[in-house]
Nanobody, 127 residues
């Protein structure tokens, strides 16, 4: 099992940047797929970005964040990051990191594929 803890959320003006971190309790770089999801009030949890093992390097983004968000991982620190630039009010949500050892290749955007979740961190973007 792995425990996840997000940090780095906050209040930012539109056009600003934030970097979210997700610290894992165990080594995840070689055997865990990891992802970021978000959930806005009254909406379902939605996929943001996914990253494969270090050796696979597969990275995927949801269309609304492509070109603005960057997912990365630091193997030495067992930490996942989400660099968010050019933030928009519609990016306001609770952001969650997720992990799993076995994510089916075509289903990386589905929350049900991930067994381990953090508690979430609030991101609020003001207009």
């Amino acid at each position: 099992q792995v425990q996840l803890a997000e940090s780095g959320g906050g209040l930012v003006q539109a056009g600003g940047s934030l970097r979210l971190s997700c610290a894992a309790s165990a080594r995840t770089s070689s055997n865990y797929y990891m992802a970021w999801f978000r959930q806005a009030p009254g909406k379902e949890r939605e996929f943001v970005a996914h990253i494969g093992f270090d050796w696979s390097g597969a990275i995927y983004y949801a269309n609304p964040v492509k070109g603005r968000f960057t997912i990365s991982r630091d193997s030495a620190k067992n930490t996942l990051y989400l660099q968010m630039n050019s933030l928009k009010p519609e990016d306001t949500a609770v952001y969650y990191c997720a992990a799993d050892e076995d994510v089916r290749p075509d289903l990386y955007a589905f929350a049900d594929e991930y067994d381990y979740w953090g508690q979430g961190t609030q991101v609020t973007v003001s207009s």
